[in-house]
């Protein structure tokens, strides 16, 4: 049963940090490219950053560009988000996707991120 669950989102001031964390069971973690994507309230959802199987390319929303940072670690079946210089436009739901061609895409349940003073 694949599942992936997402954890680390909170509340966090403007310029705060915080680092999401994504953990993948029931499916070949390390074949699978792995995307990070975010809704706000009345918005659509859009992506936030992605990464391949391998981890040897990264690709990122307009918006974020300079201050997040994805990466994976595929010992621990295990991405991330790095979110840096949050501003109060980050506050959404964060949720993890796995892809891989031929495949149904997964998605994992979100975790709530606001930024706010």
């Known amino acids: 049963q694949v599942q992936l669950v997402e954890s680390g989102g909170g509340l966090v001031q403007p310029g705060g940090s915080l680092r999401l964390s994504c953990a993948a069971s029931?499916?070949?973690?390390?074949?699978?490219?792995m995307s990070w994507y975010r809704q706000a309230p009345g918005k659509e959802r859009e992506l936030v950053a992605g990464?391949?199987?391998?981890?040897?390319?990264?690709n990122y929303g307009d918006s974020v560009k300079g201050r997040f940072t994805i990466s994976r670690d595929n010992a621990k079946n295990t991405v991330y988000l790095q979110m840096n210089s949050l501003k109060p436009e980050d506050t959404a739901v964060y949720y993890c996707?796995?892809?891989?061609?031929?495949?149904?895409?997964?998605w994992g349940q979100g975790t709530q991120v606001i930024v706010s003073s």
């Open positions: 990464i391949t199987s391998t981890g040897g390319r990264s």
């Open positions: 996707k796995s892809a891989r061609a031929g495949r149904r895409d997964n």
């Open positions: 029931g499916f070949t973690f390390s074949t699978y490219a």
